[in-house]
């Protein structure tokens, strides 16, 4: 069974950082792409990066560019998202999702971890 | 970037009605690129249609898609308790991969 867990959210200031995990099971991870995805409270799905199965194609929405860093480590079975300079519109429950590569949708997702950015 | 426009914003039916979500992009892109997901209440999106028209593995045949070019349509042809829910269009063919707001499908 395919399972993605989060890990790694919480309350946070403005101006402030923190790390997301996503472990993954289930499937050969090394093999997929991965991204990130938030949904902000009450709000629609937002793409916010993606990393190919080697970590040689990285790509970002404009609103984390320069903010937000992603990164994998396929011997953990592991995707990392380091965010700093976190503002009050990064707060947003963040999923992880894979996908199979180019021209694939994101077929499975995690339950997500929580960001709450305030004072 | 696609800007993907779903209708209508709520939809109110009953179960055993038929359920037709409209998905319309800002510009032209391949139909294999077009996904379709549902959402519950506290819970991850899950993939319910793929390249317009291909069901995702256990997803029911009472869920259906069709479209191509900027019109994308997902119908569910007989409503189940258990499918009311937001639904999500997602464009996977350019970055930044975007989706549309979301329509809900409530009793």
């Known amino acids: 069974e395919v399972q993605l867990m989060e890990s790694g959210g919480g309350l946070v200031q403005p101006g402030g950082s923190l790390r997301l995990s996503c472990t993954a099971s289930g499937f050969t991870f090394g093999d997929y792409a991965m991204h990130w995805v938030r949904q902000a409270p009450g709000k629609g799905l937002e793409w916010v990066s993606g990393i190919s199965w080697g970590s040689g194609d990285i790509i970002y929405a404009d609103s984390v560019k320069g903010r937000f860093t992603i990164s994998r480590d396929n011997a953990k079975n592991s995707l990392y998202l380091q965010m700093s300079s976190l503002r009050a519109e990064d707060t947003a429950l963040y999923y992880c999702a894979s996908r199979r590569g180019s021209g694939w949708p994101f077929d499975y997702w995690g339950q997500g971890t929580l960001v709450t950015v305030s004072s | 970037e696609i800007v993907l426009t779903q209708s209508p914003g709520t939809l109110s039916l009953s179960p055993g009605e038929r359920a037709t979500l409209s998905c319309r992009a800002s510009?032209?892109?391949?139909?294999?690129?077009l996904g379709w997901y549902q959402q519950k209440p506290g819970q991850a999106p899950r993939l319910l249609i793929y390249?317009?028209?291909s069901r995702a593995t256990g997803i029911p045949d009472r869920f259906s898609g069709s479209g191509s070019g900027t019109d994308f349509t997902l119908t569910i042809s007989r409503l189940e308790p258990e499918d009311f829910a937001v639904y999500y269009c997602q464009q996977y063919e350019s970055s930044p991969w975007t989706f549309g707001q979301g329509t809900k499908v409530e009793i």
């Open positions: 510009q032209s892109f391949s139909s294999s690129s």
């Open positions: 390249g317009a028209s």
